[in-house]
């Protein structure tokens, strides 16, 4: 089926499980394709994105999943030939992501065209860049296979560049994907921290071969810029149909606290921990409304991310007990309403001492909101059931 056709150089096509651009005159291709279609090449006929497992796995797909991974030229043959496309004309693009579920985004300035099209999944196997390692490669094979959940950017744009500016295009492609996921606050799967990418990203750009060549896509370019907005906006339609991730989604408490662990059933268990029977009760009745309250989620954003400033040594871990008390209280205080007992509030929670790990952040967490919720229904006279 044809989706769309731009610039009277590219059609965009979908069929069962792939979609693929057929270029209507030719272009320079660079990509992340493992088949020997890879790399910067002029001669390509089509770029083409397949699904290539279910997302949980099938026996079927799950075969050809590992042959894309362990023989990436006999994948490419198979999947061309079903969709009668020439294989040696075909750069691969593979993922476990639906095609139905991708974002497509087109931008332009003037003659200056760019087509985003974009597959994501980010729940099983986003990374933050220097997490731990989840496989190798030696004599040519892979040792653990990678782990489903992919982003895979397919660009065309309808000018020539050179080959620096392509490499250039490849870079600034890539920051525009991470601003999006650190913007969703996306956790990684393998650490405490945000995911910049998943483990088995891929990118393919095709630049039209066409009069006097561009010389640049940095951020200062018209074309930079086209080439981020057109990722982005792309990237964000894909990730909200794929995982249900937008910015409503992740005004959420639960969301955020997930690179540290937290689950609903044990984050409210810890919480009521810290209230009496009837106070447990009616949170668990409520418990979505109370943390997914705004102002409770912008102190539970402001303590993750102080967080990480400690964490990165910007800031000195001598003020660690401070600031962690005076968010913590501004928690609490958003969760009962009661400004006016910031003071008492940041008294109650500096003990015990706070600490960085996951474990002692999601129990300070879990304090506060006890804290905050105990004198949510206090009488208006202001007479609080916890003193420090």
Known sequence: ML???????????????????RFLCPHRVISTCRSSAG???????????????????HWLSDQIHRLAIHHPDAYRELIATRHGLPADRCATLGTAASMHMAGMAHERFRDLEVVAIVTAGVETNAGRAGDPAAYHEEDGRYILAPHAGTIVIMLCINRELRSGALIEAVTLATEAKTAVLQELSVPSCYSDGLATGTGTDQIAIAARLDGAPLTGAGKHTRLGELIARGVQAALRQALARQNGLSPAAQCSTLALLRRLGAREETFSAAICAGLNDDDGQLLTRNLQV???????????????HL?????????????LPDVFASYAAQLAAAVSGRPQRLPAYREILAHPPPALTPAATLDLIARAFALGFSEKWADQYGQNRVSP
Do not use: M, T
């Not at 989706?3 to 651009?21: N, P, S, T």
């Not at 790399?39 to 279910?54: F, K, M, T």
């Not at 967080?307 to 003020?319: K, N, T, Y």
């Open 3 to 21: 989706l769309e056709r731009y610039y009277d150089g590219v059609e965009i096509h979908r069929a069962d499980k792939i979609i693929y651009v």
């Open 39 to 57: 790399g910067i090449r002029d001669d390509l006929e089509y770029l083409y994105n397949h699904q290539s497992c279910e997302p949980q796995g």
């Open 290 to 304: 109370v943390l997914n309250d705004p102002p409770a989620v912008a102190a539970v954003a402001a303590l993750l």
């Open 307 to 319: 967080r990480d400033q400690f964490l990165w040594d910007v800031l000195p871990r001598s003020c």
